[in-house]
């Protein structure tokens, strides 16, 4: 049978769906026949925007500021990003060498587009973000997995990626914190890998969306080597910290030929960041930053509650994340008992249950997330309780 004059080419079939949406979608449904719903996944902050940044935005709005804007977003807030991010990190960054985009995932999309060709290898940890692997594949690269183990506390070593390498690596993705372990990689990993990365001539792209959630000890960035313009490309954004992940406001760090054609891949896709949204972005990095230590403090409560709560649940072993808001537990005992996959125990656990988890694989594996799963541990202390509670099916 001839296809239709419509159909659509192969490669758009290599995009793949983000599972924490799919689950969503799972939860409103079962929530539709009145049951409770306790969720643990979408990977989201659980505190609302600060009031501060809302006014500025609306101000804006009623001030007219709904016109485009440059692609590579207004010189305000690259010059706002430089200076935060160059305190934060030590490094020396130019507002020339930013690039505003509409959320994170479209900073690691040109990155990936712009560097990464047909049979290119990318050392992408396993478990992970998925929107990682599902690039690379839409380029026609191939993604090489290096294991996230519990006994390494779940980090990535200069010793596993010099073990992955080869004559056709073109890019290692970093990611630390890191989603959905909430590994946390030290400064000796980081500068083992870039080591590593400059000898080999290979491009890094470090996700450091998480950045402000370390737990134990500081935050270890890329940009903190002195030769980060050489091969780095620096992702973060607005989601995590400031509580804005539906705002989407992200942002690249990288040297200004990478910029320049990142601006052009922003003209012929999404012209330009919402300008108002921009507006309200100057104002987050620029106001008193004191007001995230409570909220960090919060987290760092929560997460010490659930960690506790899990590790008593027979079955159930979970490590303590040193990073994020997510715990990652190992639930393979719970699986040889009931016969199920992590897929059919975590949908079982929602229909049944109305309690949401995200399953290690498929979610954020092919393989080595099976037998986890991630949660979100942003809730409320009474809600984690509740969820917990309800974590088994029987």
Partial sequence: MKPPTGSLVKRVYKLESEMAFDYLKIANEVAK?????????VGQPYFDTPDTIKEVAINALKAGYTGYVASAGIPELRLAIAEHVSKFTGADVKDNEVMV???GKQSIYFSIMSFVKTGDEVIISDPSYPTYESIVKYVGGKPVHIPLREEKEFRMTPEDVEKAVTGKTRMIVLNSPQNPT???NTRRDIDGILEIAKRKEIVVLSDEIYDHYVYDGEHASVLADSDWRDNVIYVNGFSKTY???GWRLGYAVARRE???RFEVYADNTHSCVNSFVQRAGVVALTMPQDFFRDILKEYKMRRD????GLNKIPGVKANKPKGTFYIFPNIKKILDETGLSTAEFTKKLIREKGVVTLPGTPAFSSALGEGYIRLNYGLPIERIDEGLRKLRLN
Avoid: A, Q
């Fill in 182 to 184: 909430g590994g946390v």
């Fill in 33 to 41: 026949s009145g049951m409770k719903i306790i969720s643990f996944g």
């Fill in 101 to 103: 985009t509409p959320g």
């Fill in 305 to 308: 509650y659930i960690y506790e």
């Fill in 243 to 245: 509580s804005m992940p």
């Fill in 258 to 260: 990478v910029i320049d």
